[in-house]
Nanobody, 122 residues
């Protein structure tokens, strides 16, 4: 059974930082691209960042480029999202996801975590 478990969310002031983690189990982690998506209340789920299986390539949404960094530790089956210079518009529930494809489309991600809430106060 595949499980993706996110952690690290919380309440932070604007301009602050958070580091999200996603621990994966039940899958061959190195066979999957990993990504972070987010969903704010009343909005559709949106792509945030993705990283290839070996960490050689990463891709970011324009809204987070230069502020967020995605990374992975294949020895620990874990993907991270370092979020700096947080803004109120970053407030959302953040989900990690796994896909065999190198893609930004939520539709192509096979496995999803339950999410972790990030709230940025202005």
């Amino acid at each position: 059974q595949v499980q993706l478990v996110e952690s690290g969310g919380g309440l932070v002031q604007a301009g602050g930082s958070l580091r999200l983690s996603c621990a994966a189990s039940g899958l061959t982690f190195v066979s999957y691209a990993m990504a972070w998506f987010r969903q704010a209340p009343g909005k559709e789920r949106e792509f945030v960042a993705a990283i290839q299986w070996n960490g050689s390539n990463a891709y970011y949404a324009d809204s987070v480029k230069g502020r967020f960094t995605i990374s992975r530790d294949n020895a620990k089956n874990t993907v991270y999202l370092q979020m700096n210079s947080l803004k109120s518009e970053d407030t959302a529930r953040y989900y990690c996801a796994a896909s065999r494809l190198w893609t930004v489309r939520a539709f192509d991600y096979n496995y999803w975590g339950q999410g972790t809430q990030v709230t940025v106060s202005s």
